[in-house]
């Protein structure tokens, strides 16, 4: 795919958009259930305008659905989703306001790529000129009149995107959309995003793939079970962790989850704390008569705080604090 040159808050023939300023994205108190079972638990969190936000979370976590609520692709049983102040539906024009990828293979198979975004721009007055950009941009200019069923896995995503961008929206909606690109595809599309929100355009991605996260996202999101787990920047979750050494870390891990410490070995005789601070560590090793070796910050991958955040289960008392 090739970098984008045109502003994806730019105006269009059919008018001027809302400035992307506007496009922050709230969700209160999200809660679905199908049957028994609930798949978003009273979520609340908001994604501010001119940061990639990215939403993380194992299988089953939720995800997907939260997005589609955020799409008026399913309904939610309590709760809201506004963007900009309005829900999605209510919004005066949605598809040039939201680009989105929620489902895979959302096109005709016997339709050719060119076509299916030609049907696109038609139904939201967008001109034929930018369907020939965007296939440029994300690199389906050479297959653009192949049926799109016979696309490969990383074509079909980039169909995706490129249907995503056609409108030229102010918000990004995007569940997985690096699945199935190739290494100079991931990077152009990490460009792309980063490019979109520094111009103050509002990214919200959802992404299994942790490393590309690390490198992209401003702003993470985690749930887990449908529940919150934590939120913020994502370099300071990073480093909202403390190392510390002691020949006694099993006794030392008592007395700091008793006091309300999470935490996970490291070695034989290190310990990851977070929820305390440095200061408070020491205090309580000292008051149970621990020598410790090293008390140092932590920064962990994001790898290995996704691993620590969603290892067990949420509970309701837990807070957005990492």
Same mark, same amino acid.
């Given at each position: 795919? %090739? =970098?984008? &040159?045109?502003?994806?808050?730019?105006?269009?023939?059919?008018?001027?958009?809302?400035?992307?300023?506007?496009?922050?994205?709230?969700?209160?108190?999200?809660?679905?259930?199908?049957?028994?079972? %609930?798949?978003?638990?009273?979520?609340? !969190?908001?994604?501010?305008?001119?940061?990639?936000?990215? !939403?993380?979370?194992?299988?089953?976590?939720?995800?997907?659905?939260?997005?589609?609520?955020?799409?008026?692709?399913?309904?939610?049983?309590?709760?809201?989703? &506004?963007?900009?102040?309005?829900?999605?539906?209510?919004?005066?024009?949605?598809?040039?306001?939201?680009?989105?990828?929620?489902?895979?293979?959302?096109?005709?198979?016997?339709?050719?790529?060119?076509?299916?975004?030609?049907?696109?721009?038609?139904?939201?007055?967008?001109?034929?000129?930018?369907? /020939?950009?965007?296939?440029?941009?994300? #690199?389906?200019?050479?297959?653009?009149?192949?049926?799109?069923?016979?696309?490969?896995?990383?074509?079909?995503?980039?169909?995706?995107?490129?249907?995503?961008?056609?409108?030229?929206?102010?918000?990004?909606?995007?569940?997985?959309?690096?699945?199935? $690109? /190739?290494?100079?595809?991931?990077?152009? $599309?990490?460009?792309?995003?980063?490019?979109?929100?520094?111009?103050?355009? =509002?990214?919200?991605?959802?992404?299994?793939?942790?490393?590309?996260? +690390?490198?992209?996202?401003? #702003?993470?999101?985690?749930?887990?079970?449908?529940?919150?787990?934590?939120?913020?920047?994502?370099?300071?979750?990073?480093?909202?962790?403390?190392?510390?050494? =002691?020949? /006694?870390?099993?006794?030392?891990?008592?007395?700091?989850?008793?006091?309300?410490?999470?935490?996970?070995?490291?070695?034989?005789?290190?310990?990851?704390?977070?929820?305390?601070?440095?200061? +408070?560590?020491?205090?309580?090793? !000292?008051?149970?008569?621990?020598?410790?070796?090293?008390? &140092?910050?932590?920064?962990?991958? $994001?790898?290995?705080?996704? $691993? /620590?955040?969603?290892? =067990?289960?949420?509970?309701?008392? +837990? &807070?957005?604090?990492?």
């Amino acid at each position: 795919m %090739t =970098t984008p &040159s045109r502003s994806a808050a730019a105006v269009h023939d059919t008018g001027a958009q809302v400035p992307v300023a506007d496009h922050r994205i709230d969700v209160e108190h999200l809660t679905k259930r199908y049957g028994d079972n %609930t798949v978003v638990d009273d979520l609340t !969190f908001s994604v501010p305008a001119g940061r990639v936000t990215g !939403f993380l979370g194992p299988n089953g976590s939720g995800k997907p659905t939260t997005m589609k609520i955020m799409l008026d692709v399913a309904a939610a049983d309590a709760g809201s989703v &506004s963007i900009g102040g309005h829900r999605y539906r209510d919004l005066p024009n949605p598809a040039r306001t939201v680009g989105a990828i929620v489902e895979s293979d959302a096109f005709h198979p016997g339709r050719s790529g060119r076509n299916h975004l030609r049907i696109l721009a038609d139904a939201t007055g967008i001109s034929q000129q930018r369907v /020939d950009d965007i296939l440029e941009q994300v #690199d389906l200019a050479g297959v653009a009149d192949r049926r799109a069923g016979a696309y490969s896995l990383g074509m079909r995503q980039r169909l995706g995107l490129a249907a995503a961008l056609l409108g030229e929206p102010p918000v990004l909606v995007l569940d997985e959309p690096g699945n199935g $690109l /190739d290494p100079q595809g991931i990077r152009t $599309l990490r460009d792309l995003l980063r490019q979109h929100a520094s111009r103050g355009g =509002t990214v919200f991605v959802s992404s299994h793939l942790l490393s590309e996260v +690390e490198h992209l996202a401003d #702003d993470v999101i985690v749930i887990n079970q449908g529940r919150l787990i934590t939120h913020g920047a994502l370099a300071e979750l990073q480093h909202a962790a403390s190392l510390v050494r =002691t020949l /006694d870390a099993s006794r030392l891990a008592d007395a700091l989850q008793q006091a309300g410490a999470t935490l996970r070995t490291d070695g034989d005789d290190g310990l990851v704390v977070r929820g305390m601070s440095l200061a +408070e560590i020491g205090d309580h090793a !000292f008051v149970n008569g621990i020598a410790i070796h090293e008390l &140092s910050p932590h920064a962990g991958s $994001l790898e290995e705080l996704f $691993l /620590d955040w969603t290892s =067990t289960a949420p509970h309701p008392e +837990e &807070s957005s604090q990492p």
